[in-house]
């Protein structure tokens, strides 16, 4: 029976690394906790900022990872820890990836083409859906019910009383009808609402991209999930924004490139929008200076909204398909087509 070596270059928890071992005989599995930065919270990815490996535990780690077929993620996260992993195990065949948008860390590390070639590279596409979901529909919620409202008269100590807009009968249009846009669609179906899908390709779900300067027009709320490629990038222009329905609001949970952030400043600091939840930003951390800050309309997470206590169950469970699909050959879920790195 072939050997199938699995070096497990990112922190993860000790029973998670156990169900990996119970996937299939043929697999030897390498984890080394010492080896890895200290998770600051569940499911981080990342580690402690500030740890290094003694010269005599850099050795071991790359002895670990340099004898890999396949690895689950790889160090800091980071294109040059990508790159690295690539270039230290060039008997690396498959390396699934902690991260939805890892199609960026991979075109980031400049790999060659005979690398890009040698490994298959799989997302985490999917495995947020649920926590994306929700928090775009909190997103809605609290903008609907008038939350900037609620938090400034509670500063102000104000009691007035007003009336406030609903939920069901309002559209709803979601650009990116994945595994996030679809879980977007149903809780927003839940609450009553119409929905409404753009996505790359029309089908019987969903519009073509064609008709997203028409589809804004009709929305209550819009909720952006896409990645961030070529064909997404500013997508949600000045000349979309300004085609949205007066008193709408925005969310994006996709990529921060792909919606134009001074023309929804403008948008937002004018009224015409009635508010914005983001997740992400063009540029990350958002700067101190970047006028985002100051609008009281919209709502900032600092690309957290993904993170989930559940996050690592759920990409072990995604591994766990993926490896069952390696051993057989079989192609992977959610593997990263490096001619688009999506």
Known sequence: MRRVTVAIATPLEEELVDRIRRVDEALDVLFEPDLLPPPRYPSDHGGQPGFTRTPEQEERFTRLVAGAEVALGFPSESPTGLA???????????????????????????????????????SSSGVHA?????????????????????????????????????LPGRTLLVVGLGEIGREVARLAQAFGMRVLAVRRTADGTAFGPERLDELVAEADAVVVTLPLTDETRGLIGRDTIARMRDGAILVNVGRGAVVDEEALVEALASGKLAGAALDVFAEEPLPAESPLWELENLIISPHTAALSVRENERIVDLFAENLCRYLR????????RTSVFY
């Open 84 to 122: 690295w992993l690539v270039r230290t195990a060039p008997g690396l065949r498959f390396v699934q990836c902690m991260y939805a948008g890892a199609g960026q860390q991979v075109h980031a590390a400049n790999l060659t083409a005979e690398e890009l070639d040698r490994v298959a590279f799989a």
């Open 130 to 166: 649920v926590p994306l979901a929700e928090w775009s529909l909190f997103g809605i919620l609290a903008l609907t019910k008038g939350l900037p409202r609620l938090l400034r008269d509670k500063r102000e100590r104000r009691w007035d009383h007003y009336p406030l807009n609903e």
């Open 329 to 336: 050959g079989d192609e992977l879920r959610s593997r990263i």
